[in-house]
């Protein structure tokens, strides 16, 4: 079972360039989310879905676009890199808000490494 | 609204003495609580939850977790902290009926001196 799996893991751009991180999860969730990880900052959602199809912006948004075709696939574009969206991306699932699964928690994969040269 | 106040973002202690990383939510209705852990180079992985069943809540490898509604706390405890300990926590609220969209803390980074 590889859970939440994220590609690629490091990645070097320079300004201006544009590329496509891949989140697959393999749980059959209906939520999964973006996150921007930074030295004190902790995690900051970026955006999120809430189900095949839709997407919502999360805290951080500008600068980044997602989309949701497949329920097991989430996609996070830069569409074009600035050095300030260095950071380490991570990728989570969880189920939706259906009943006795309401409570549970989110998954993580192991995170994109950025560099915006 | 809800929000989470992690104290300290950094905690020191010697091997094999007490572990508290401390965490305070804010939530207009009752919450579910969640710790989580994060080692170098990975991913956050889950360590105990809340979820109102009771309050003293026991996690993996040894942590555990007291909900205490009168403080709005929800903090985390090992009675004896192990090298392998050393990582990242993050402790995280989502309101009970809400839209699965949690808050998290800005995280405590725990080292364990030998």
């Known amino acids: 079972n590889a859970g939440v799996t994220q590609t690629p893991k490091f990645r070097v751009l320079k300004t201006g360039q544009s590329m496509t991180l891949l989140c697959a999860q393999d749980?059959?969730?209906?939520?999964m989310y973006w996150y921007r990880q930074d030295p004190g900052m902790g995690l900051r959602l970026i955006h999120y879905?809430?189900?095949?199809?839709?997407?919502a912006k999360g805290e951080v948004p500008d600068g980044y676009n997602v989309s949701r075709l497949k329920k097991q696939n989430f996609l996070l574009g830069l569409e074009s890199a600035a050095p300030s969206q260095t950071s380490v991306y991570f990728c989570?699932?969880?189920?939706?808000?259906?009943?006795?699964?309401?409570?549970?928690?989110?998954?993580f994969g192991d995170g994109t490494r950025l560099s915006i040269l | 609204a809800q929000s989470v106040t992690q104290l300290g973002s950094h905690v020191s202690v010697s091997e094999g003495a007490l572990v508290l990383l401390r965490c305070n939510y804010s939530?207009?209705?009752?919450?579910?609580l969640f710790w989580y852990v994060q080692y170098p180079n990975q991913g956050l992985q889950l360590l105990l939850k809340?979820?109102?069943?009771?309050?003293l809540v026991k996690g993996i490898n040894g942590f555990e977790a007291e909900f205490k509604k009168s403080e709005t706390s929800f903090h985390l405890t090992k009675p004896s902290a192990h090298m392998s300990d050393a990582a990242e926590y993050f402790c995280?609220?989502?309101?009970?009926?809400?839209?699965?969209?949690?808050?998290f803390g800005r995280g405590t980074s725990l080292i364990v001196h030998p």
């Open positions: 809340y979820t109102s069943a009771a309050t």
């Open positions: 749980m059959n969730h209906e939520y």
């Open positions: 879905s809430v189900g095949e199809g839709t997407t």
């Open positions: 939530s207009s209705v009752p919450p579910y």
């Open positions: 989570a699932s969880s189920y939706g808000m259906e009943g006795a699964v309401s409570n549970q928690p989110q998954h």
């Open positions: 995280a609220v989502r309101r009970a009926g809400g839209s699965y969209i949690p808050t």
